[in-house]
Structures are given as structure tokens and as C-alpha cells.
């Protein structure tokens, strides 16, 4: 299984909704990371968790709260978005070390009305 | 921090056309990436490299590791190849993948 599932598909919230978004693999990956990427730009790293601790977190508002429950399982709460928020928001897993491979959901489009 | 520049950053071609789309990096790294996004898409990874060549059916990846640089060829073009393929690299260990910013390849029947 070389799948990483994200839920939901779209997503379409007001700015003073609170919503999550969920990634799960189930490849042994311990390292995984939620990507935002914007129409026709390549994706920006948001978060990385490595052994279920986060690990880089690149200046992103609070307003976006990552979680990682167990090693096969990323959430990402959104709380109080603003409209520039609405995006492709991309989760990938990877082993730790190794061959580093990078393997990427379909993706969350997340539409902030 | 390495900067990763590609080219075209826009490709049209006919079916059957062989394809070549560049990508070259400013400082030394661990692996290099090809990825291909379709439109409104995830993104699916075609190749690693950390040297030499790679070919996957009618695609083939090479790197040159003292020029710094790799290609992505595509043999026999299909309109179904059309997409956004996107080169990104590591610069160590399990650094963060920096990204180029893609080019987008139409494949016209």
C-alpha cells in the first residue's frame, strides 16, 4: 500500500467556522508534513512531524493548528480562516531516513468563504 | 538555501513529440525530485535521483551531479502526459524539499 488518503476532498468553511482536515498512511512512514499550495505556485511546507513530534514549523499563523495523533494519522485544525487561506492544502509521508521518498495525498481544497 | 530553476515554464506539444524539461539547482544536494501534478490534482512522484538515469516506461530522468542539473524526458508524447511536472531537491538527509516552480506541459492529438 503506497496510498496516502486526505479527507475531506473540498472543503468549504466561513471564517468563523473551526473544521479539521485529516491525512492517513499506512506505509511505516514516521516523518509527515502538510504542504499549502496556491493556483499555478508549487507547494510551501507548513509543517513537519518526524516520530510524531513536530519537528519544522515555517511561521505559519495559529490559526492552523497541526496534530499527530499516532504514526499513521495527521490533522490539520483550521480555526477563525481568512479568505486567503482558501488553498490546495497537500499532506505527504516519507520514512525518517533512508530513501526519503516522498509520497503525496490527493489533496484538501479548502474554499474560505 | 538552494534555488531550483526550471525549464520551460510552459510546454505545448504534438502527440508523439519527445519531450525534454530541465531543471537546475544552485547548491549540492541529496536527491533530486520529478513530480507530476495533474490539474485540480494531487501530486505523484516519478523519480528520485541521487545520480545517473532513471526510466519508467515512456519517461527517463538523468542528473548530472557536477553541472548540477537533471532533465525529464517524456518519449512518445500523449495528451494524457498533460500536466504541471514540477523538479524539487533535498539538500541533506531529510531536509524539506525545495521546490521549482514548474512547468506545465499540453500535449495537443
Known amino acids: 500500500d503506497t496510498e496516502v488518503t486526505q479527507t475531506p476532498k473540498h472543503l468549504v468553511m466561513g471564517m468563523t467556522n473551526k473544521k479539521s482536515l485529516k491525512c492517513e498512511q499506512h506505509m511505516g512512514h514516521r516523518a509527515m508534513y502538510w504542504y499549502k499550495q496556491k493556483a499555478k505556485k508549487p507547494p510551501e511546507l507548513m509543517f513537519v512531524y518526524s516520530y510524531e513530534k513536530l519537528s519544522i514549523n515555517e511561521s505559519v499563523p495559529s490559526r492552523f493548528s497541526p496534530e499527530c495523533p499516532n504514526s499513521s494519522l495527521l490533522n490539520l485544525h483550521l480555526h477563525a480562516l481568512q479568505p486567503e487561506d482558501s488553498a490546495l492544502y497537500l499532506c505527504a509521508s516519507s520514512h525518517p531516513t533512508g530513501s526519503y521518498e516522498q509520497y503525496f495525498g490527493p489533496g484538501t481544497r479548502l474554499t474560505v468563504t | 538555501k538552494n534555488e531550483v530553476e526550471q525549464s520551460p515554464q510552459n510546454l505545448t506539444a504534438q502527440e508523439g513529440e519527445f519531450i525534454t524539461i530541465n531543471c537546475s539547482y544552485s547548491?549540492?544536494?541529496?536527491?533530486l525530485h520529478w513530480l507530476q501534478q495533474h490539474p485540480g490534482g494531487g501530486i505523484v512522484s516519478l523519480f528520485m535521483l541521487s545520480s545517473g538515469k532513471k526510466k519508467h516506461g515512456r519517461l527517463i530522468a538523468t542528473i548530472n551531479i557536477q553541472e548540477k542539473h537533471s532533465s525529464l524526458h517524456i518519449t512518445a508524447s500523449h495528451p494524457r502526459d498533460s500536466a504541471v511536472y514540477i523538479c524539487?531537491?533535498?539538500?541533506?538527509?531529510?531536509?524539506?524539499?525545495?521546490f521549482g516552480k514548474g512547468t506545465r506541459l499540453s500535449v495537443i492529438a
Open positions: 524539487a531537491v533535498r539538500n541533506s538527509g531529510n531536509t524539506p524539499l525545495v
Open positions: 547548491v549540492g544536494i541529496s536527491a
